[in-house]
């Protein structure tokens, strides 16, 4: 798990990308992963089609677009009704 940057879900398929530049499509839901990857203190769904690995997080602007640079270079989108769990999530995470 460490490996994975983020988890795309897209319908019926789920996209990991990986670290290493791989992306693994399996034929289960985004939902049939957020239960395991979230037990995990470092993933956090920020969007309805995202889960995001924060030890990949390269960039957070906070009181901008509400978007996440990620290291691989992807730009993702923060939903605006998790915006605030994720700011809180993030500190945690840094232990600020």
Not at 20 to 29: A, D, P
């Amino acid at each position: 798990m460490k490996d994975i940057i983020l988890i795309q879900g897209d319908g019926n398929y789920t996209l990991f990308h990986c670290s290493n530049g791989r992306r693994i499509m399996v034929s289960k839901t985004l939902r049939d992963y957020e239960k395991l990857m979230t037990e995990n203190s470092s993933f956090f769904r920020v969007h309805k089609s995202y889960l995001i690995n924060l030890a990949y997080v390269q960039r957070y602007d906070v009181k901008g677009e509400d978007c996440v640079w990620m290291k691989n270079g992807q730009i993702i989108s923060i939903a605006r009704r998790r915006k605030h769990q994720f700011a809180a999530f993030m500190r945690q995470y840094l232990g600020l």
